[in-house]
């Protein structure tokens, strides 16, 4: 099997998997549980604590575990619009946001608030002039993800998270396909991750809050992480959180050039038959969108079920709807279906590459041999 769907999930770090293991076997007490194993337990936490918020990078903040980025969302978009000042009612998002930000506005609305969706051009960026023309007193939130899982594009989150608080409004950013991938711009109050998009465990994620930016709780019960969120932590997905963590920053620069030259490699094997989806430039070039012209990307994900790619977003995949964002940039139906998303990052290899490069342009030639 040759995994490209780095954008879905990542394989997680060895060095994550064994840090994690004692916290599955033997150290199974409870962390908030005052026994002395417990406080080991809930120490282990802290310490994976500030490795996430040392790989974020931002100053002023606190981070809260959850069950996952979703989770995260959810609760920023949800709690800061019940905690603001009664006439800020709307919240502003982006046409490419993922489904937790897209739905949860949608769910929003049903309640009665105001939801302004902005749209992006081909490349897929939002222009500044829409957002600062989307900006007034009725806004709560802005919420803009940073790089998108589904064409990469990058967006500019620090200018927007300042026109935001031009406006007196809150910003939320969804890092969860940018952290340890690309730096984490000043700017956000609010930044939703998760743990198995860095190379670390599924069923964790994190919202770093910027001090006094903190949401009304999602999740009631003890409140065990710092009042604001209730649930009992996992030792063990914090511990594997915070190493995968770790490494990410400790090897940026290495992943980095890493993923350049898989990048260049990929371009040159695939030639110009193969469209780029989005922006070239404003771009994290482990995730390579690409379309070709009356190709059924469906059918080539059948044809080659030992090479691990995807359609577009995982949710997306199974529902057999067209991307909505592939449709944002503009794609029509057709070049949609034509589209596929290849991801590849730390562990790939160049050779595992141009195998399966290789064979992916072998049966889209086929599917055009046969059409024809
Ligand atoms: N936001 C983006 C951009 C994602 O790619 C994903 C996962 O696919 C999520 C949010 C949700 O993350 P989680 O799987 O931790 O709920």
């Given at each position: 099997m040759i995994y490209l769907d780095y954008q879905a999930t990542t394989p997680v770090a060895p060095e994550a998997a064994v840090a994690m293991r004692p916290w599955i076997e033997d150290?199974?007490?409870?962390?908030?549980?005052?026994s002395r194993q417990g406080r080991e337990a809930a120490a282990a936490i802290e310490v994976a604590r500030k490795q996430v918020e040392q790989t974020i990078g931002l100053r002023g903040g606190r981070l809260a575990f959850t069950g996952s980025a979703t989770e995260a969302i959810n609760w920023a978009i949800k709690g800061t619009i019940e905690k603001?000042?009664?006439?800020?009612?709307r919240v502003v998002a982006v046409q490419t946001e993922h489904a937790a930000v897209l739905d949860t506005c949608e769910w929003l609305q049903g309640k009665g608030f105001e939801v302004t969706v902005l749209p992006v051009g081909s490349d897929g960026l939002v222009a500044l002039d829409d957002v600062k023309a989307a900006?007034?007193?009725?806004?709560?939130l802005v919420a803009v993800m940073l790089?998108?899982?589904?064409?990469?594009t990058i967006q500019p989150v620090g200018e927007i998270a300042q026109l935001a608080r031009d406006a007196g409004a809150l910003m939320l950013c969804d890092a969860v396909q940018a952290l340890g991938r690309v730096a984490i711009p000043e700017g956000p109050d609010l930044l939703a991750v998760s743990a198995h998009k860095i190379h670390g465990p599924k069923g964790i994620g994190a919202l770093w809050m910027r001090h006094g930016a903190e949401p009304v709780p999602l999740i009631h019960g003890g409140?065990?992480?710092?009042?604001l969120r209730s649930g009992t932590l996992s030792p063990a997905l914090c511990v594997g959180f915070g190493t995968a963590a770790t490494i990410a920053s400790g090897q940026f620069e290495r992943d980095h050039a890493h993923v350049e030259r898989l990048w260049a490699a990929a371009r040159e094997a695939l030639g110009s038959p193969w469209i780029i989806n989005g922006s070239v430039e404003c771009?994290?070039?482990?995730?390579l969108n690409i379309r070709r012209e009356g190709i059924d990307a469906t059918r080539l994900i059948a044809d080659l079920r030992d090479i691990a790619f995807s359609l577009g977003s995982a949710c997306a995949s199974g529902s057999g709807r067209p991307s909505h964002v592939l449709r944002a940039i503009g794609l029509s139906d057709r070049e949609a279906r034509s589209s596929i998303r290849l991801g590849f990052g730390r562990y790939t290899t160049e050779k595992e590459l141009a195998g399966a490069l290789g064979r992916i342009s072998e049966a889209a030639q086929a599917q055009g041999r046969f059409a024809a």
């Open positions: 150290k199974f007490a409870n962390p908030h549980s005052p603001a000042a009664p006439a800020r009612t900006l007034d007193k009725r806004v709560a790089v998108n899982n589904e064409i990469g409140g065990q992480e710092q009042g771009r994290y070039r482990g995730n």
